[in-house]
Antibody, heavy 116, light 112 residues
Framework: EVQLLESGGDLVQPGGSLRLSCVGS????????MSWVRQAAGEGLEWVSG????????YYADSGEGRFTVSRDNSRNTLYLQMNSLRAEDTAVYYC?????????WGQGTLVTVSS | DVVLTQSPLSLTVTLGQPASISCRSS???????????LNWFHQRPGQPPRRLIY???NWDSRVPDRFSGSGSDTDFTLKISRVEAEDVGVYYC?????????FGQGTKVEIK
């Protein structure tokens, strides 16, 4: 069974940093591109970032360009999202998804709150 | 960025009746490889989204076959043949043809 488990969400002050993790199981992790998608409370879905299976190429939405860095450790079946210079508008549930083109599995999400 | 516009934004349906949601794109979703990566997702309150349809009309086998997708280029439709109580929630279209990936605003479906 495919499972994605996010962690790392927390309350952080504006300007602070946070690293999210997502562990995948039930599939060959390195064979799949992965993405991060976020959702503010009561709002819609926003694609944040994606990375190819090898980790060689990454992509970002404008909202995170220059502040967020996506990476992966295929030996640990783990996807990461390093978020710096956090703003109040980054407050959201962050989902890890399998795939960048037709995401088929989603984790339960981890909550990031940016507030003083 | 590609803008996906869904309509209606809210839909109230009688149990057992059909429902239809439109998703229109600001530009063609035919990718450089020739595929059209338009997907549909359903999200129930407090749950992550789950994929219903991928690449316009391919049905995800984990969901009921009363869901179907159609369309081409910039104009796409999700249809529910007979709405059931478990179909309440928000439906999103998403394009995977261009960077950055983008979602529609969502369509909230309620049961009458």
């Amino acid at each position: 069974e495919v499972q994605l488990l996010e962690s790392g969400g927390d309350l952080v002050q504006p300007g602070g940093s946070l690293r999210l993790s997502c562990v995948g199981s039930g599939f060959t992790f390195s064979n799949y591109d992965m993405s991060w998608v976020r959702q503010a409370a009561g709002e819609g879905l926003e694609w944040v970032s994606g990375i190819t299976g090898s980790g060689g190429t990454s992509y970002y939405a404008d909202s995170g360009e220059g502040r967020f860095t996506v990476s992966r450790d295929n030996s640990r079946n783990t996807l990461y999202l390093q978020m710096n210079s956090l703003r109040a508008e980054d407050t959201a549930v962050y989902y890890c998804t399998r795939g960048m083109t037709t995401p088929d599995y989603w984790g339960q999400g981890t909550l990031v709150t940016v507030s003083s | 960025d590609v803008v996906l516009t869904q309509s209606p934004l809210s839909l109230t349906v009688t149990l057992g009746q059909p429902a239809s949601i439109s998703c229109r794109s600001s530009q063609s979703l035919v990718s450089s490889g020739g595929n059209t990566y338009l997907n549909w997702f359903h999200q129930r309150p407090g749950q992550p989204p789950r994929r219903l349809i991928y690449t316009v009309s391919n049905w995800d086998s984990r969901v009921p076959d009363r869901f179907s997708g159609s369309g081409s280029d910039t104009d796409f439709t999700l249809k529910i043949s007979r709405v059931e109580a478990e179909d309440v929630g928000v439906y999103y279209c998403m394009q995977g043809s261009h960077w950055p990936r983008t979602f529609g605003q969502g369509t909230k479906v309620e049961i009458k």
